[in-house]
């Protein structure tokens, strides 16, 4: 069964730092782009980040550059979300997703985790 995993949300203080991972049940296509995602409650789903899974080709959102870092482990199947920083605002469910454009946009993403939740207290 193709399926990606998300792991590592919980809850935090403001300020403080988290690594969210998602692990894929096959073997990650060079071609693929990988994406963070979150939804906010009441709010439609955003782009967070993306990585290209042959060259690291990074993409950040905004609201989060400068304190997430997207990164993976080819030989893992894994990509890692770095967040530092965190603000209340960043509170959401986070979800990882593969794809095969170099796009922000969720509709180019096919296959999609069941998301982790991330609680930022103030």
């Known amino acids: 069964q193709v399926q990606l995993v998300e792991s590592g949300g919980r809850s935090v203080q403001a300020g403080d730092s988290l690594r969210l991972s998602c692990t894929a049940s096959?073997?990650?296509?060079?071609?693929?782009?990988m994406g963070w995602f979150r939804q906010a409650p009441g709010k439609e789903r955003e782009f967070v980040a993306l990585?290209?899974?042959?060259?690291?080709?990074?993409l950040y959102a905004d609201s989060v550059k400068g304190r997430f870092t997207i990164s993976k482990d080819n030989s893992k199947n894994t990509v890692y979300l770095q967040m530092n920083v965190l603000k209340p605002e960043d509170t959401a469910i986070y979800y990882c997703?593969?794809?095969?454009?170099?796009?922000?946009?969720?509709?180019?993403?096919?296959?999609w985790g069941q998301g982790t939740q991330v609680t930022v207290a103030s």
């Open positions: 997703a593969q794809g095969s454009q170099y796009s922000s946009d969720q509709r180019d993403y096919k296959t």
């Open positions: 990585i290209r899974w042959h060259s690291g080709t990074t």
């Open positions: 096959w073997r990650i296509y060079s071609s693929s782009v």
